[in-house]
């Protein structure tokens, strides 16, 4: 087996196809895009959207064929992420057992406001086989008239109406059909592209009787269902309900739905034992390991760098260390994955530090598997870790940053500095202010760090320098001689002792002062003041940065911007900024993230509401998984004040003191085991692979030290029952014909017309951006 | 450190002439050398005896044509120095590089003098505190209610002196020769002194009683010279091939299979020696039936295999323990029952099942795992010797087992490091094992190397470390049916590939048992013999693997994590940071890769081509 990789199964000529139509349609990543893409196509086209179990299944390469010949009329999109799907009808049963799900989006037959109500347009999930001839007539089917009334559309043609689809009879008078708008749109969208429907208007004597002969005997309203097997078909009164119809026309209509066929594994593997197997295995070697699978597929790749960090064994390991002013070692184990991962990055940070900094020899290596005694005797039992030796020194420092070149040689190149340095004049402070002594280190980072004590042996100096051990691989530090302190002192407002930060790159508040006079004098809050040095007062919210306020055990107080809208984020981002400097919010953390058009920011916002106004303030409190969103008026003047302060200011308050509810409780994962396993004990009790020996589980036999056959890792050659299979591969192909002379109809001389509609052909990321509001 | 010995007072020892040691290790051999290095290295006070003058006399005499079969094998293609021990089968453990086997040969199989030199270097650089020419007689316990097994050791040497020690370990291994009830069995020459130049075998007939290593050698030395060579042994050959035992006959000595096969006049019998006699008749040695023992009548059969008489016949039946040591009236040794008679019989902690404080240490110990693992040869028995260190340091000295401990999520490439590397559980495959011990909420581990497997009920007894929660057991282990004289173990179906079919593996593989609770000593009990433990209540095979080295991403080591996940019924996924940095912002709890790196500011970003992995829809 291999890692993630598109599967190719069925056809190998559609294959390729599909890999070329891949870009035609467009991933939508969260619930917001796919609103956003709703509001887009209402009052004008439907939508398709799939959600595979992955790229390159049967499913996906099927959808992409059926979008590739009718993107003209119908809009088509998938998404890989479930949560996306949240709300549609029966997705909560799509993780379970199924292998994909589809769903019809009927937004020609609404408008905006529609689906801002009901967060959604009209749809149904499609209950077909998802075989290509069986998806490709139900899309076309879409674009058929398949709701009728009697006596309006012609009492007797209607009656008389044969198909090869079920007719659904539904008797109803007017009045009834208004009053049960539910149970009308059930009757009109579930069974659209799968049956006819007939409202039959029982106030009219002629439907009436004609009812009575087809054998209906109420009065309505009652449901019949005449299909070419089954004949007609009335369902009980009493389940003249949502839940009852569906229960009742289901297998009718979809009768292959539940039954195993909607899946086409079920198909394509008509041997259960074997499909239990192949799935199984399937299952459990299928990589789903985001770094395990990156370190794979990249392992022929060079590891570009690495001849910059010598590789260390036991033997000249220690005289490595004694020689080197400053090695940072990586200990690593080739087993793991995080491991070879991080081995990469060491290789180009180890470039970086040649080819921008002219630094070599800081950066080492040891395998620890290589050199296994080595690592036992330095008590490296975690992989990867990194330490840094520095000559003179008694111990080594743990390098605690992540895993990443750039931090590595932001790392390596602080380290250099030998923080704590000692100022002894003015001048020398104010360039280690600015970032330029001892050397220039401002793209190391956007702090400096001033420790100010009249007495130089005291305690708290102490302290710092010990402090200072850690967090030199984080800032710049420096002790200010006590000679001048007093200038320092009095440029700053700063008390003594204390710690002075300045943040270059903070135009909020640029510098910070931990008062050590008083309060906590600890390690532990020189640590955090430090590490906050390095982080705007209103910082960005983003991956780098959230660990370090995620440590700081408050809840964030986060302000959603359209990153698109300048001229409204930069409103909203000074009116928030205000508030964070008004030191009455010193309990949460004021951050704000980007959350324009396929940004991670608004992923994230649409996990946290259905409907939002972009600018938008949620706090969450990540330790109790609570979610407060915060309701601006909807008559503010959003032009002065896009957040509304005062009452943002308010609310915030009221937030933070525990009193105001939760506007949504985050989902718990369960983070159990995301596969099954080979349960060998199972295995032995019941003989599940008393298999011929040798036989792979595709039927190719592996390159084992018994066989000399080549291995087969390529796809799947399920077997198919012949008969079947000639059968299925006859109608795939007849369908998979139909749909390129479709496709080739449109690329006939009219085709630009079709296509100068507007807005045709519009996909999530040609989307034009909603600016100011996004009403969902 | 200290090894020295001391004149105790009368209320210690019960005896002031009496040098007292706490540890005495009668014999200088590879396990008693190896058994002192850890005690040298522990600092306790003991002492090796030998009754020669230097370190592994046993190999001055044997094996009598002085080459070794145990593999010298310099190169493995690795660095990995504890890896290389898995195919360096004469060299001991120490922490001292320069004392490997392989640096003192280039021979794949040494002369027997390249032992003697490298035991005897291994001695002296090492320092181990070894009495020379210092024969132990009348060993004997005498009632010490103060001390730790109520008594205490006395014995004298052939000058008079006396010593007590506290706990006796014998080393001794087997030197006395096998010499069956036979009649006219004097008319052999014993291995012990039978001629090694083929010179004096010119032309000869012989027969040699025995069909192990040792008549093999013989053979093997001899074949060019003879007129025929016959080997009557009690049962059929046992190929150490077919068994994958190495005490069975070893491809470098089986010579003569080729010359008995191909009818070149040697050949092979198998009868009980019980049955026969040898009698001599002029200068001729013939092989009969004895009546007295027989109820055949060789006269029946006028195609009697040995009807041709043999010019020298030679008795190469192995050894047995030598008791002699022990005080008269004594009988201080139980024997092992049925094959294993001829071994002191011993409990897995490798203690005499008659007194307690006498322990034993190499061949003299293969009782354990006679015609099962490798504890009678030096590439065995330098690990159990270790493994008894390691009781005996908890039982006498209260120093626990040693124990790395680990976070949960660190036991994955633990385990992997380990299946790859460890020579100790490699070579005593299904007697040794590594136990992770969880912690009562599951997330942290100690990880045992080396545990004595039938001693897993009695962990926390023999190890001080305790069990409050789940173990996890990780075993090399053949095919349950593949091993066997009669097995044809070149059959074309004899490895597997899958993963999926691990469980019907044959050659040597990690094998996992999980336990939510530690096994009872009534679980133990209830197992089959050919049961390496209980039932467990989940089980992991790794596939076996040609290269017997499980470092693939998606056959080994990723079955391996859906085995955790299950066992822990957690998600050991790793993610990088963009994803964990998604989860902790959209969800109540992260996975616990993120809480170990990412939160804690050590997130794997991830160089721009390796992220490129989209966001699984599972997440």
């Given at each position: ?31 917001l ?8 196509l ?81 749809h ?24 009728f ?12 109406l ?10 109803i ?6 009053e ?14 799968a049956?006819?429907v ?6 009219d004597?002629?439907c009436?009787?004609?009812?009575r ?51 086409t ?9 074997k ?58 184990e ?13 290789g ?5 530090l040649?080819?921008n ?12 598997f ?15 870790t ?24 932001k ?8 923080s ?5 004049r ?49 800032t ?7 000679s001048?302190?007093?200038k320092i ?18 135009k ?10 008083q ?37 964030m ?17 000074a ?10 919010f010193?309990?949460?953390?004021l ?12 992923q ?9 106004q ?48 939760p ?52 796809g ?6 012949e ?13 998979r ?6 496709h ?7 085709e ?25 | ?26 014999g ?14 522990s ?7 030998d009754?020669?003058s230097k ?8 094996p ?8 010298n ?36 199989f040494?002369?027997a ?26 060993l ?16 004298e ?59 093999f ?8 010279s ?56 002029g ?7 004895d ?22 016949v030679?008795?190469?039946?192995g ?70 260190h390691?009781?005996?340091e908890w ?8 124990a ?14 380990r ?24 997330q ?48 074309e ?11 019907l ?10 336990y ?13 013999s ?11 095979h ?15 080591i ?8 299950n ?31 990412y ?12 992220t ?8």
């Amino acid at each position: 087996m291999s890692g993630v990789q598109l599967q190719c199964v069925g056809c190998s000529d559609s294959h390729l196809q599909s890999l070329l139509l891949l870009h035609e349609v467009p991933i939508v990543q969260s619930r917001l895009e796919l609103q956003e893409l709703e509001l887009s196509l209402a009052g004008r086209r439907d939508l398709l959207i799939i959600h595979p179990q992955a790229v390159g299944t049967p499913e996906h390469r099927i959808f992409l064929e059926v979008a590739h010949a009718y993107q003209d009329r119908i809009s088509f999109a998938l998404t890989m992420d479930l949560r996306t799907l949240v709300g549609l009808q029966d997705s909560e049963a799509i993780a379970a057992d199924s292998t994909y799900g589809l769903w019809v989006m009927f937004c020609s037959q609404v408008n905006k406001d529609d689906i801002m109500e009901d967060g959604y347009c009209p749809h149904t999930m499609y209950r077909g086989r998802p075989t290509l001839y069986d998806i490709a007539e139900f899309v076309k089917k879409l674009g058929e008239k398949s709701v009728f009334h009697a006596p309006e559309d012609g009492t007797n043609s209607l009656f008389g109406l044969t198909s090869v689809d079920p007719i659904v009879y539904v008797y109803i008078n007017s009045e009834e059909e208004q009053e049960n708008t539910e149970i009308v749109n059930v009757l009109r969208y579930d069974l659209q592209g799968a049956a006819k429907v007939i409202f039959v208007n029982m106030e009219d004597a002629e439907c009436q009787s004609i009812a009575r002969q087809q054998g209906f005997k109420g009065e309505g309203p009652g449901i019949g269902v005449e299909t070419l097997d089954e004949g007609m078909k009335f369902s009980d009164p009493k389940e003249w309900t949502v839940s009852g119809l569906r229960k009742f026309l289901l297998p009718y209509v979809f009768p292959d739905w539940g039954s195993g066929k909607s899946s086409t594994s079920s198909l394509a593997t008509p041997d259960s034992i074997k499909k239990s197997i192949d799935s199984l295995i399937d299952q459990v070697e299928t990589q789903d390991d985001q770094v395990a699978s990156a370190v794979y597929r990249l392992r022929q790749k060079e590891m570009a760098g690495l001849e910059l960090v010598p590789e260390l064994l036991k033997d000249n390991f220690y005289k490595n260390v004694r020689r080197s002013a400053l090695l940072i070692v990586l200990f690593y184990e080739p087993f793991d994955h995080v491991s070879m991962a991080f081995l990469r990055d060491f290789g180009l940070a180890a470039q970086i530090l040649a080819k921008n900094f002219s630094t070599v020899d800081i950066l080492a290596r040891v395998n620890c598997f290589d050199a296994t005694d080595l690592c036992s005797a330095e008590n490296v039992t975690t992989y990867p870790t990194t330490r840094i030796y520095q000559q003179n020194t008694r111990s080594h420092e743990v390098y605690r940053g992540p895993l990443d070149a750039l931090a590595v040689t932001k790392t390596a190149k602080l380290m250099q500095l030998n923080s704590p340095k000692q100022l002894t004049r003015e001048e020398e402070v104010n360039k280690f202010i600015e970032g330029h002594h001892p050397t220039d280190f401002t793209k190391l980072t956007p702090s400096s760090v001033l420790f100010l004590a009249r007495d130089s042996t005291s305690d708290l100096t102490a302290v710092f320098k010990e402090v200072s051990r850690s967090m030199a691989q984080v800032t710049a530090l420096a002790v200010v001689h006590s000679s001048i302190v007093h200038k320092i002192e009095e440029k700053y407002e700063a008390p003594v002792p204390s710690l002075v930060a300045y943040n270059r790159e903070d135009k909020v508040k640029p510098v910070r002062i931990l008062d050590l006079t008083q309060g906590d004098k600890t390690a532990g809050s020189m640590t955090s003041f430090i590490r906050a040095s390095t982080i705007a007062f209103v910082p960005e919210l983003d991956e780098k940065n959230f660990p370090h306020l995620y440590a700081r055990h408050q809840p964030m107080t986060i302000l959603f911007v359209d990153g698109s809208d300048v001229k409204t984020k930069e409103a909203a981002l000074a009116s928030f900024t205000s508030l964070a400097m008004s030191n009455q919010f010193s309990a949460t953390v004021l951050c704000w993230m980007d959350a324009q058009v396929k940004s991670l920011g608004l992923q994230i916002l649409s996990e946290y509401t259905w409907t939002a106004q972009i600018p938008m303030v949620s706090v969450v409190k990540h330790r109790h998984g609570q979610v407060f969103n915060f309701k601006p008026d909807p008559l503010n003047d959003e032009q002065k004040d896009p957040i509304q302060s005062d009452k943002l200011s308010s609310w915030l308050l009221k937030v933070l003191s525990g009193k105001a509810i939760p506007s949504k409780i985050l989902e718990q994962g369960k983070w159990g085991p995301p596969g099954p396993y080979y349960n060998f004990l199972e295995f032995q009790q019941t003989n599940t692979f008393n298999k011929p020996p040798g036989i792979h589980k595709d039927g190719a036999a592996p390159m084992t030290e018994t066989t000399n056959t080549s291995f087969d890792d390529g796809g799947s050659t399920a077997s198919f029952d012949e008969g079947e299979e000639e059968e299925e591969d006859l109608m795939e192909s007849e369908a998979r014909s139909m749909l390129l002379e479709l496709h080739n109809q449109h690329k006939s001389p009219q085709e630009p017309k079709l296509q100068a509609t507007a807005g045709d052909g519009m996909s999530v990321t040609d989307a034009p951006p909603q600016h100011g509001h996004t009403e969902l | 450190m200290n090894s020295g010995g001391s004149r105790q007072p009368t209320s210690s020892s019960g005896c002031e002439a009496c040098v007292h040691h706490d540890y005495c290790v009668v014999g200088a051999g590879p396990s008693g050398l190896q058994l002192g290095y850890f005690l040298q290295m522990s600092g306790r006070n003991y002492v090796i005896f030998d009754r020669s003058s230097k370190a592994g006399s046993f190999y001055e005499l044997y094996p009598r044509h002085r080459k070794l079969i145990s593999i010298n094998k310099r190169h493995t293609g690795r660095k990995n120095a504890e890896y290389n021990m898995r195919h360096d089968w004469n060299s001991l453990l120490s922490h001292d590089d320069s004392l490997r086997m392989t640096r003192y040969s280039r021979q794949m199989f040494p002369d027997a003098q390249v032992l003697l030199d490298y035991l005897d270097d291994f001695q002296r650089k090492l320092n181990i505190s070894v009495q020379f020419n210092t024969n132990i007689q009348n060993l004997r316990t005498e009632s010490a209610p103060a001390m730790a097994d109520g008594h205490i050791y006395r014995m004298e040497d052939q000058r008079g002196q006396q010593y007590s020690c506290r706990t006796i370990i014998l080393a001794t291994g087997m030197s006395v020769p096998n010499i069956p009830t036979m009649k006219g069995i004097d008319l052999a020459r014993g291995y012990e002194s039978v001629s090694v130049d083929p010179e004096d075998f010119e032309g000869k007939a012989v027969l040699i009683l025995g069909r192990g290593n040792a008549a093999f050698e013989v053979a093997d030395s001899l074949y060019g010279s003879t007129s025929l060579i016959h080997l009557i042994g009690r049962s059929r050959v046992r190929l150490a091939w077919s068994t994958h035992y190495v005490g069975d006959l070893r491809a470098v000595n089986n010579g003569l299979l080729d010359t008995y096969q191909l009818k070149s006049l040697d050949g092979l019998a198998e009868s009980s020696l019980e049955e026969m006699k040898l009698e001599a008749k002029g200068n001729k040695i013939h092989l009969v039936l004895d009546p007295e023992r027989s109820d055949t009548d060789e006269d029946t059969f006028d195609n009697y295999a040995f009807r041709e008489p043999y010019d020298v016949v030679i008795r190469a039946l192995g050894f047995t323990f030598d008791d002699s040591i022990f005080a008269n009236g004594t009988s201080a040794v139980s024997r092992g029952k049925a094959l294993t008679k001829k071994y002191p019989a011993i409990n897995h902690n490798y203690e005499s099942v008659d007194t307690r404080g006498l322990f034993y240490a190499g061949t003299a110990s293969h009782s354990l795992d006679f015609r099962k693992s490798a504890g009678g040869f030096i590439h065995g028995f330098r690990y159990t010797a270790r493994t008894l260190h390691r009781l005996l340091e908890w039982r006498y000295e209260q120093v626990q087992w040693p124990a790395l401990s680990l976070p949960r999520l660190d036991l994955f490439n633990t385990i992997l490091r380990r299946i790859n590397e460890a020579s100790g559980t490699y070579q005593m495959f299904q007697v040794l094992g590594d136990v992770a011990v969880f912690s009562k909420d599951g997330q942290t581990v100690r990880y045992l190397e080396e545990f004595p497997l039938q001693l897993l009920h009695q962990l926390p007894e023999h190890s001080g470390i305790p069990t409050p929660g789940a173990v996890l057991v990780v075993v090399m282990e053949y095919g349950r049916n593949f091993s066997g004289a009669d097995k044809d173990t070149f059959r074309e179906d004899r490895a597997k590939g899958e993963p999926s079919e691990a469980d019907l593996s044959n050659f040597l593989h990690p094998v996992l048992y999980f336990y939510k609770t530690l096994p009872s000593g009534m679980d133990m009990s209830k197992k089959s013999s050919k049961d390496t433990l209980p039932q467990p209540d989940y089980l992991h095979h790794f596939v076996e693997d040609f290269h017997a080295f499980w470092d693939a991403s998606h056959s080994h080591i990723l079955p391996l994590r859906r085995f955790l996940e299950n066992v822990y019924e957690a998600d050991q996924r790793e993610f990088f940071s963009a994803s964990c940095f998604q989860i902790a912002m959209t969800m109540g709890n992260s996975p616990e890769s993120c809480q170990h790196r990412y939160l804690r500011g050590m997130g794997l970003v991830g160089a721009d081509d390796a992220t490129n992995f989209p966001l699984s829809s599972r997440l």
